[in-house]
Structure formats: C-alpha cells, structure tokens
C-alpha cells in the first residue's frame, strides 16, 4: 500500500488507465461585474452595476493527470445607451455567472446576472442567480432628478433609489481563503442628481452624483459592479466598468503542487494551506 501526492491511500493494483483519481480542494470563483448605466442630460439616474456571480465551496473533487480549464471574467462596460453585463469565471466544472449591467436611461430595467443590475427610473433591479448573488435595486422617478437602484451584491440586494439620492450597492461577500479577509461581488452605487449611491462591500464602483461625473469603476478582480453615471445639461456620461472577476484554490501544504499551470499564477503559504490565486484564463493539472 502507498499514498498517491494529495495523500490519498492507494490499495491493491493501480491501473492508471482505468482507476479514476481525484483530489480535493477549496475554491473561491467570481465572476465579472456588470457594468454602471450611464445618464443622458437631466434624466432620472441610472442603475449601478451587478456583481459577479460568486461560489465557494469546500472539498470539492478535481481530475488527477487532467487539464481543467481556468476562466476569469471581465468586467462589463459602463455606457449611456449599452451597458453590458461582465462574463463568466469558470473552474473546472463550476460556472460563476456574470453581473448584470445597470439601467442606462428612465425607466428601463436593469439587466439579469449573477447579481442584477440596478433599475432606473421606475424600472426595476435586474434578477440574481440562485445561491451565486441577490437581486438590482428598483429607481426612482422623481422628476429628472430620482436616483437610479443599485446593483445586487452577492449578500444583499442593491438598494432602491429616492428622490435626488442613488441607492447604494447590495454588500459583497467576505472570504478568509487567502489568509486575510476579502470582501468580493458587492453592487455598484447609483447615479442620482445630489448624492450618489455607496459601493457595496466588495470594492464595487461608487454612482456618480451632480456635476456631471462619471461613474466608478469597481476594482479589478473583486467582480464588483460599476457605478453609474450622471449628466447635468451637457453630454451624456457613461457608467463605470465592472471589475473583473478572480478565481482562486486552496489546499493542504502537505500535498504535491500541481503538475503543470500555465500563465503565472499568485502563490502564497497560510496556515498549513498552498493558495493559487489566477486574474487571467488559464489551465491547471493536478
């Protein structure tokens, strides 16, 4: 009898060709945020984006000897007529589904996604994905000057906006899974006329207020949503753009490193675990 490298114990005769093997790891995958809407001259504000999709999990069997497949989502775009929703993060068979884009104009709904995008207007918060995010916040029509909703994180839903004030983004999600405390996939803040919607945990993108600015950005590989954006009296401004989505596992130290990986991923050593963080699509064989 023997140990296989991820330490499980190997009976009797091994025929590679035939026995499957499996070892097991911890994963966190986030998918791209949506993008913020953006505002044309003196319109109710716009939604703010929808997080990226998010799953975690623990013990989760992979292939040995087998090539899976490493995608990280970009975020969407952040737009005054076409806001788009991020893209998917994939690991191995795990699919985080992307943030939906944000409503850009009054009235219109935000996009479905992993979390939804905020509505603006009357328009309502875009619809989440089961267990990965929660659900846009609904805008406001006070006029020109109602708040758009904000976007779904993945712990909450985005909040509604009021007259002149943008919701703020649904929270994000905290993971220890690199060593520290992370929070991911929280909605983009609205645009609105005197005071824009807050980020949601989860570095996501703050909306835009008066003044004419332009929505924020959320921040790279967080999968947070984009703010939106907000015009007075000149030309219309865009949303900001999604930040893009990560994916990272973890397992024992004690077990063998993986065989091959391409790209370049970020490795770190915590508390009796090897982490690989990946910002890019690649592949990995264990």
Same mark, same amino acid.
């Given at each position: 009898?023997?140990?296989?490298?991820? %330490?499980?114990?190997?009976?009797?005769?091994?025929?590679?060709?035939?026995?499957?093997?499996?070892? $097991?790891?911890?994963?966190?995958?986030?998918?791209? +945020?949506?993008?913020?809407?953006?505002?044309?001259?003196?319109?109710?504000?716009?939604?703010? =984006?929808?997080?990226?999709?998010?799953? #975690?999990? $623990?013990?989760?069997?992979?292939?040995?000897?087998?090539?899976?497949? /490493?995608?990280?989502?970009?975020?969407?775009?952040?737009?005054?007529?076409?806001p788009?929703?991020?893209?998917?993060?994939?690991?191995?068979?795990? #699919?985080? /589904?992307? %943030?939906g884009?944000?409503?850009?104009?009054v009235? $219109?709904?935000?996009?479905?996604?992993?979390?939804g995008?905020?509505?603006g %207007?009357?328009?309502?918060?875009?619809? =989440?994905?089961?267990?990965?995010?929660?659900?846009?916040? /609904?805008?406001? @029509?006070? =006029?020109? !000057?109602?708040?758009?909703?904000? =976007?779904?994180?993945?712990?909450?839903?985005?909040?509604?906006?009021?007259?002149?004030?943008?919701?703020?983004?649904?929270?994000?999600?905290?993971s220890?899974?690199?060593?520290?405390?992370v929070?991911?996939?929280?909605?983009g803040?609205?645009?609105?006329?005197?005071?824009?919607?807050?980020?949601?945990?989860?570095?996501?993108? %703050?909306?835009?207020?008066?003044?004419?600015?332009?929505?924020?950005? +959320?921040?790279?590989?967080?999968?947070?949503?984009?703010?939106?954006?907000?015009s007075?009296?000149?030309? @219309?401004?865009?949303?900001?753009?999604?930040?893009?989505g /990560?994916?990272?596992?973890?397992?024992?130290? !004690?077990?063998?490193?993986?065989?091959? #990986?391409?790209?370049?991923?970020?490795?770190?050593y915590?508390?009796?675990?090897?982490?690989?963080?990946?910002?890019?699509?690649?592949?990995?064989?264990?």
């Amino acid at each position: 009898m023997s140990l296989n490298r991820f %330490g499980g114990l190997i009976t009797g005769t091994f025929n590679p060709l035939t026995d499957h093997k499996t070892a $097991t790891v911890e994963y966190l995958v986030v998918a791209g +945020g949506g993008g913020g809407g953006g505002a044309a001259t003196n319109s109710n504000g716009p939604g703010g =984006g929808g997080a990226g999709g998010l799953l #975690t999990a $623990t013990n989760f069997s992979v292939a040995v000897d087998t090539v899976l497949t /490493i995608t990280v989502g970009a975020g969407g775009t952040g737009d005054s007529q076409n806001p788009t929703n991020g893209a998917n993060s994939v690991f191995s068979s795990i #699919t985080a /589904i992307s %943030g939906g884009a944000g409503a850009y104009s009054v009235d $219109t709904n935000g996009n479905t996604g992993g979390s939804g995008g905020g509505g603006g %207007g009357t328009g309502v918060g875009g619809v =989440g994905t089961s267990g990965q995010g929660f659900a846009g916040g /609904i805008g406001n @029509s006070t =006029g020109n !000057n109602g708040g758009g909703g904000g =976007g779904g994180g993945a712990g909450s839903v985005g909040v509604a906006g009021a007259a002149t004030r943008g919701g703020g983004g649904g929270a994000g999600l905290c993971s220890t899974i690199t060593g520290q405390r992370v929070f991911y996939a929280g909605g983009g803040g609205a645009g609105a006329y005197a005071a824009c919607g807050t980020a949601g945990l989860g570095s996501a993108g %703050g909306g835009s207020a008066i003044n004419s600015r332009r929505g924020q950005n +959320g921040t790279a590989n967080t999968g947070g949503g984009g703010g939106g954006g907000w015009s007075m009296g000149g030309s @219309s401004l865009n949303g900001g753009a999604g930040g893009s989505g /990560i994916v990272i596992i973890r397992y024992s130290q !004690n077990c063998s490193a993986p065989v091959a #990986t391409t790209g370049n991923p970020q490795i770190l050593y915590n508390n009796g675990y090897q982490i690989y963080i990946w910002t890019s699509s690649v592949s990995v064989t264990f």
